[in-house]
C-alpha cells in the first residue's frame, strides 16, 4: 500500500532539475520530504482521506528557489524606506521624497534607498545642497542602489555629526567640499554608519556593519520588534518563492531571532547566516565563527560560513582594480585587507572547516581573494572547501581558469550588469572602460572555463525576485557588438537559482532538486515557464511556495 500523501501537486508542468528524470506531471510529499514524483496516475496512488491536492493549472513546478546572497535583516527593515529606483530628475525626486515626509511626520530620520548615482543627472552628483533644498529641517538620507553609498542632507549630517568629515578606515570616506565641509556623499559603511544609528536602525545593521552583537542587549520590546522585522522578510522571501537563504550578513542577535521564529514556527524559509569578518577584527575572532558553526547546524537554521568584504563597488571608485579605472587613471582603488592580511584570514578560515565567502567587486579583489584561497590550499591541504567570490563585476582573463582550478564558486546576480532591469549604463560602464567591458560580469566565460556560478539577487540591492533575476540573465546583451554573450538559457538560469545554491551550501543531495527523498520546497508558477516569451518572463508568478512539505505562500 503507497504512502498516504500530506500534500500532493497535480496538473503539474514540473521542471525537476534532475538529468536522470528531468520532467513529471505531479508530486508527492510527506513529512517534508518527497515521495513521489511521476505521471499523474502514479502520483495519485499516494492520495488518501487527509492529502491535501493543489491543482497546479499545467504551470510549471520548479524547486524552491534558492536565494544565495542576500540581506534579509536590512532587506525587511527596508521595505519601509521611500523607494527611488527608477525616478530621476531633481523635480521627481523633490516630490517623491516630500511626499513621503509629509506622510511620516514623526519619523526621526526620513530614509530612502535605490537612488541611481546618475538621478540628477549624468553629469550631476548629489550633494547635501541639493537635498537641503528639497527637505531642510528634518534629517534626510538615501542610499544608492549598492547600498555602497549614501547621500545626507545638512541637518543628518550635523546630527549624525559628520559635517566636518571624520578620521576612518581604509576603503571609507566623507567626501568633502570645497567649504571644507561634508558635499553630503559618504561612501562606505563606517562612512554613514553613524546615519544608520541616528535612524534607529543600528541593531539591524550591525551584522553587516560590524559583525558584532547589540550592546546593550535588546529589551524584550526590541527583540519583539526585531523580530516582526525579521518575519516581515521571510513573509517577502516566499511570496516570491524562495525557500533558502544565504544571508550575506550576521551576527549571533540575527541567528538568535531566527531560531525564536523557528521555535514559534514561523520560520518559512531555510536561512543560513554567516559570522561576518571586518578588517578590524583578530583571527582569535573567529573562535565566533566556529561557535556559531557548531551551535546552529540544522536544515532550517545554520551557519558555518565567513562572510568577509575586500573591496568596495565601482560607481564610487571603491572597488579594487588590477589596472586603475577608464576615468580616473590615477586610482586603483583601496583594499579593505592588505594581501597578506587576506591570506592569513584565508588559510585560517579554511583551516577551520569553515566556508568563505568573500566580497570581490573589481578585479584586483577577485585575483587577491583567489590569491587567498590558493595559499589556503597550499598550508592546509586541498579539500572540498567550496569557498566563494561574491559578485565578480570585473574580471581578468589570466584569472578565469583559477576558479575552476582552486574549486571556486563564482557567485553572481543577473540584476546586477549596468542597463539590465532599466539599471542606467553611467556611471558603471565609464568607470570599468571599454577594455574590460567583455570580462565584466562575465558569467558565461566563467561558466565555459568550468566554473560552478551560482545565482542570487543581493536584496535590497535588487529587487529580490529570482524570476526577474532569471528573465535579466536570459535578456543580457553585450555592451558592444564586439563582446562576449554573457546571457544564459532558461534552464541554465533556472540551475542557478536552484541546483548551485544547493551545491553552494554543501546539500545538494537534500534540495536543489525534485526528486525522491530530498526536501519538498517546491513553488508553483502562474504559467509555464518553458512556454513564456523571455520578454514575458517577469509575468510569470509564485502561486504557491512549499517548503519542508508546508504551504508558506498562497497567492
Not at 526621526?108 to 534607498?113: D, F, S, T
Not at 559635517?163 to 559603511?189: F, T, W
Not at 588559510?347 to 589556503?376: K, N, P, T, W
Request: charged share 20%; with cysteine; net charge negative.
Amino acid at each position: 500500500m503507497p504512502l498516504s500523501a500530506d500534500l500532493i501537486v497535480e496538473n503539474a508542468s514540473i521542471l525537476t532539475m534532475d538529468p536522470d528524470t528531468p520532467r513529471a506531471e505531479a508530486i508527492a510529499v510527506k513529512g517534508g520530504e518527497i515521495i513521489a514524483i511521476a505521471d499523474r496516475a502514479t502520483v495519485l496512488e499516494h492520495k488518501g482521506p487527509g492529502t491535501r491536492v493543489i491543482d497546479a493549472g499545467r504551470g510549471s513546478v520548479v524547486p524552491g528557489f534558492i536565494e544565495a546572497h542576500m540581506h534579509l535583516f536590512a532587506g525587511a527593515a527596508e521595505l519601509d524606506h521611500l523607494q527611488l529606483m527608477g525616478v530621476h530628475g531633481f523635480e521627481a525626486l523633490c516630490d517623491a521624497v516630500r511626499h513621503y515626509a509629509a506622510k511620516r511626520p514623526d519619523l526621526p530620520v526620513l530614509q530612502a534607498q535605490g537612488a541611481d548615482y546618475t538621478i540628477l543627472s549624468a553629469a550631476e552628483r548629489v550633494s547635501r545642497h541639493h537635498l537641503d533644498r528639497i527637505l531642510p529641517d528634518r534629517p534626510f538620507v538615501m542610499a544608492a542602489p549598492d547600498h555602497h553609498t549614501m547621500w545626507a542632507n545638512t541637518k543628518a549630517l550635523e546630527m549624525a555629526g559628520l559635517l566636518k568629515g571624520k578620521q576612518l578606515g581604509p576603503g571609507n570616506e566623507i567626501v568633502m567640499g570645497a567649504d571644507g565641509l561634508a558635499s553630503g556623499e559618504l561612501r562606505e559603511g563606517e562612512a554613514f554608519g553613524p546615519l544608520i544609528a541616528l535612524a534607529g536602525e543600528g541593531r539591524v545593521r550591525l551584522g553587516l556593519a560590524t559583525g558584532g552583537e547589540p550592546d546593550p542587549k535588546p529589551t524584550p520590546a526590541q527583540q519583539a520588534s526585531d523580530r516582526a522585522i525579521m518575519r516581515r522578510g521571510l513573509e517577502w522571501c516566499a511570496r516570491h518563492g524562495i525557500t533558502s537563504i544565504h544571508n550575506m550578513d550576521g551576527n549571533l542577535h540575527q541567528l538568535e531571532l531566527l531560531s525564536e521564529i523557528e521555535a514559534e514556527g514561523g520560520l518559512l524559509c531555510r536561512v543560513q547566516v554567516p559570522f561576518h569578518y571586518k578588517n578590524f577584527m583578530t583571527l582569535d575572532m573567529l573562535d565566533k565563527a566556529s561557535t556559531m558553526a557548531e551551535r546552529y547546524n540544522g536544515e532550517w537554521l545554520s551557519s558555518g560560513m565567513v562572510k568577509v568584504f575586500y573591496d568596495g563597488v565601482l560607481d564610487s571608485w571603491t572597488a579594487v582594480m588590477v589596472e586603475p579605472y577608464a576615468d580616473r587613471r590615477d586610482w586603483l582603488g583601496e583594499p579593505l585587507f592588505t594581501p597578506q592580511q587576506f591570506i592569513d584570514l584565508a588559510v585560517a578560515v579554511d583551516r577551520r572547516g569553515l566556508q568563505m565567502a568573500v566580497h570581490s567587486i573589481g578585479d584586483g579583489a577577485v585575483r587577491a581573494v583567489l590569491d587567498g584561497y590558493e595559499a589556503a590550499q597550499k598550508q592546509n591541504g586541498r579539500r572540498d572547501s567550496r569557498h566563494r567570490v561574491e559578485h565578480i563585476e570585473v574580471v581578468t582573463a589570466a584569472d578565469v581558469p583559477r576558479f575552476a582550478k582552486l574549486g571556486v564558486i563564482a557567485s553572481m546576480q543577473p540584476p546586477h550588469p549596468p542597463g539590465s532591469m532599466g539599471l542606467p549604463l553611467e556611471p558603471t560602464v565609464s568607470r570599468i572602460g571599454p577594455a574590460r567591458w567583455p570580462l565584466s560580469y562575465a558569467w558565461r566565460t566563467l561558466k565555459n572555463a568550468g566554473a560552478r556560478v551560482v545565482f542570487a539577487s543581493d536584496w535590497p540591492v535588487s529587487p529580490i525576485d529570482p524570476i526577474l533575476g532569471i528573465q535579466a540573465a536570459v535578456l543580457r546583451k553585450p555592451w558592444a557588438d564586439s563582446d562576449p554573450d554573457q546571457s544564459f538559457s532558461l534552464h541554465e538560469s533556472l540551475g542557478g537559482y536552484t541546483v548551485e545554491g544547493a551545491y553552494a551550501e554543501f546539500m545538494e543531495h537534500r534540495k536543489g532538486r525534485l526528486k525522491t527523498g530530498f526536501m519538498a520546497d517546491l513553488v508553483v508558477l502562474s504559467a509555464d515557464i518553458e512556454a513564456t516569451a523571455p520578454e514575458a518572463l517577469h509575468t510569470v508568478r509564485p502561486v504557491t511556495t512549499i517548503c519542508g512539505g508546508k504551504v508558506t505562500y498562497q497567492a
